[in-house]
T-cell receptor
């Protein structure tokens, strides 16, 4: 089967660091994505991991462990504008037929 | 190219009516996906096309739903005999598949309200 799990909600304060975890089970594996979605808007691409390890992109980093079926998104120096839903997604099988999403983690950043 | 565009942005319809949504993908992208998203949930996959061929449909896609991509460019999603449970955001995404997967880019979505 295919399943992607992530926490429903997280809270943090401005300037802090937050880690959003994601575990996945897919019939094949062809990459793990993180998207950001503000309320009422479309998801926007943040990061893509296909090999194990940490990918850093400015304040955002994403980590992947294929053997553990685990990823996390690390957000540093949090800003109020980072309040959004963060979606973990993976292609459904080796052919990458469809991007399967988790339910999203709603992050609330307070001052 | 300004990205993936969807039309209309909002649609209110009465139960039992048919509705059709349009998606224009990024021009060089050969794959086009339709998703449905309800409040507090992640996008749920409905169907996808590679060029004009519809390659996969989710079990979520009932017989009332049909999608086309006749020339391998824009796509339409039609819902017949709408029900209140069809109220959701319908998202379209496109990607450029060349034997390896890249990220999918999303349109702004069409918010459907069935009254």
């Amino acid at each position: 089967g295919q399943n992607i799990d992530q926490p429903t909600e997280m809270t943090a304060t401005e300037g802090a660091i937050v880690q959003i975890n994601c575990t996945y089970q897919t019939s094949g594996f062809n990459g793990l994505f993180w998207y950001q979605q503000h309320a009422g808007e479309a998801p926007t691409f943040l990061s893509y991991n296909v090999l194990d390890g940490l990918e850093e992109k400015g304040r955002f980093s994403s980590f992947l462990s294929r053997s553990k079926g685990y990823s996390y998104l690390l957000l540093k120096e949090l800003q109020m504008k980072d309040s959004a839903s963060y979606l973990c997604a993976a292609w459904g099988n080796q052919a990458g037929t469809a991007l399967i999403f988790g339910k999203g983690t709603t992050l609330s950043v307070s001052s | 190219d300004t990205g993936v565009s969807q039309d209309p942005r909002h649609k209110i319809t009465k139960r039992g009516q048919n509705v059709t949504f349009r998606c224009d993908p990024i021009s060089e992208h050969n794959r086009l996906y339709w998703y449905r998203q309800t409040l507090g949930q992640g996008p749920e996959f409905l169907t996808y096309f590679q060029n004009e061929a519809q390659l996969e449909k989710s079990r979520l896609l009932s017989d009332r739903f049909s999608a086309e991509r006749p020339k391998g460019s824009f796509s339409t999603l039609e819902i017949q005999r709408t029900e209140q449970g069809d109220s959701a955001m319908y998202l379209c995404a496109s990607s450029n598949y060349r034997g390896g997967n890249t990220e999918a880019f999303f349109g702004q979505g069409t918010r459907l309200t069935v009254v």
